[in-house]
């Protein structure tokens, strides 16, 4: 079986200019990679690559076999930023029946099917209570809920989600975590990115960015302590079973990528 994503020196940036070069790494389907940095690392960019909304600068890049962006059906997203101002007061129930819009084509008709995965998916993000509250309504963890819970109803052979357990309180985190397990267990790959070094450690492969690949590997071998300083910048301590814990000096002051504002 082919890799979901296969690079090699790919470099990935904005108006030809690389934030990052040499990233070489491969993902097989039913595995997960976790992208750990601080905000302007490159995170973002690199996943943004991946799911085909902007090109490669260099290297070699395939997703799911073909180029990036070319199997839209097969590939979730889950963005860090979402549009605020709708137009149409959109309800939790459609957001997350969006996700079987690619499945569906223009005019397809959902069908049971497609109706039940929505609900499911609803489910597992435990806000099939909200399914009818406006969007706009709800807290932001409510919301960041409804768009994983729209990823899961996409069935996709891959999952990319930048920071999908920002915003979210502990009980949701762990559905977040359930339904990625479920999500790998039925053959998907998961690509995600983190600030929490501990996320990365339950992940098979582990990337550490800062404007540059600082690792990448298995856990247990990248994420070092060296690696981790040169990720964050600093360490604050190590937890009992030696993992490093970071505190990212960029993070207390909100999500500010200058990178991720290009739409």
Partial sequence: MSDAVRAEGVAVGWDGRAVVEGITLSVAPGTTLAIVGTNGSGKSTFLRTLVGLQPPLGGTLEVLGDAPGAQPARVAYVGQFHPQ??????????????????????LGRPGPGDRAMVEEALGRMDILPLARRALRELSGGQRQRAYVAQALAQRADLLVLD???????????ELLTRALDDERARGAAVIHSTHDVR?????????????RVVAVGPPARA??????????????GDLPDGTPIALDPGHAHGHHDPHDHHH
């Fill in 85 to 106: 101002g709708f137009v149409l007061p959109l309800r939790v129930r459609d957001v997350v029946a969006m996700g079987r819009f690619p499945r569906l084509g223009l």
């Fill in 163 to 173: 920071e999908p357990a920002s915003g979210l309180d502990p009980a949701a985190r």
């Fill in 199 to 211: 996320e990365a450690m339950l992940a098979d492969q582990a990337l550490l960015m800062a404007g």
């Fill in 223 to 236: 994420v070092s302590r060296e690696a981790v300083i040169a990720t964050f910048g600093l360490v604050l």
